[in-house]
């Protein structure tokens, strides 16, 4: 069993910048690729980034490219999210997802507000 804990979400300004942490405890969690996700109030959840079990590739969904940065601490066991220039839109809650062949895990859930 793994356990993923979200931290990092909070209250910006527009343009303003937020980091997002995703932690794994449990089992071993460095086979597992990751991505993060987002949810808005009345919205279908969306997939924004995703990173190999290596790091060595990541994506990113359009609407986020040029802005938000994923990477992981294999040694920490924590997945981040690095999230520059954010806009109102990007109000969601925050969710990251481990997902291998063996699992599939959720964290619960960071809040994340842009707003003036």
Excluded at 33 to 54: M, N, T, Y
Aim: charged share 20%.
């Amino acid at each position: 069993q793994l356990k993923l804990v979200e931290s990092g979400g909070g209250l910006v300004q527009p343009g303003g910048s937020l980091r997002l942490s995703c932690a794994a405890s449990g089992v071993a969690s460095d086979h597992y690729g990751v991505g993060w996700f987002r949810q808005a109030p009345g919205k279908e959840r969306e997939p924004i980034s995703c990173i190999s079990s290596s790091g060595a590739s990541t994506n990113y969904a359009d609407s986020v490219k040029g802005r938000f940065t994923i990477s992981r601490d294999n040694a920490k066991r924590t997945v981040y999210l690095q999230m520059n220039s954010l806009k109102p839109e990007d109000t969601a809650v925050y969710y990251c997802r481990f997902a291998s062949f063996v699992g599939d895990y959720w964290g619960q859930g960071t809040q994340v507000t842009v707003s003036s």
